[in-house]
């Protein structure tokens, strides 16, 4: 059985889209850019701010606009009051219930830790998490092992001891460039072909299913 479980954020425990969605078209709409659809988006979110921006602004993602539209989207998502982001149902008692069985908990995002932080204080605030490791300028941002390496090292455990659980190919390669299993949740943003991808160890419908594996 596993010691330490390794969560991602964004389509994993959280449902988060609607607010970035809602953001990033604001500020399209600000640079006279074509706003995206939710579907379109989906497919484009999953990689650090800067892999984020480049895939929405598309032809438009030149030295000119990128880092501008970055900052401006920065400032609309931070000052939004971002209601529509939410755990998934069950993510906490899942969470609750790893915790009172020992097991250790940790976040891996691409998303930036203080947001991270804002949204872990203000729904888990009595879950305590080993390490939340999100994207931070100085460390390289999934999928490479950074985090996972990081987190696992200040866990103490070892590798075949940790397991990754997200939602996407970018979770996916992850735990493989990390060397751990991973499971992928049905209910995120990914796609078929994520859960049909012969790494994962599992593709689970019911975030209860998850304490099959401590």
Known sequence: MKKLAIFDFDGTLFNSVDDVVKCLNEALTIYGFPTLTREEYIGKLGGDIDEIV??????????????????????????????????????????????SKDVLLAINSN?????????????????????????????PTKPSPAGINKIIEKAGVSKEDAIYIGDSSTDILT??????????VKWGYGNEKDLEN?????????????????
Not at 198 to 214: K, Q, R, S, W
Request: with cysteine; charged share 30%; hydrophobic share 35%.
């Open 54 to 99: 480049s895939l929405v602004l598309k032809d438009n993602d030149t030295s000119e606009y990128h880092e501008p539209f970055k900052y401006t989207y920065l400032k609309i998502y931070y000052g939004d009051e971002k209601e529509n982001t939410l755990p998934f149902p069950c993510s906490y008692e899942v969470l609750k219930t790893l915790q």
């Open 111 to 139: 998303r930036f830790t203080d947001s991270l932080e804002f949204f872990v204080d203000k729904f888990f605030g009595d879950i305590d998490f080993v390490l939340i490791e999100g994207h931070n300028y100085d460390t």
């Open 175 to 184: 735990a493989k460039n990390a060397g751990i299993d991973c499971i992928i």
């Open 198 to 214: 012969d790494y994962v160890l599992d593709a689970i419908e019911d975030a209860c299913e998850i304490l099959n594996y401590f």
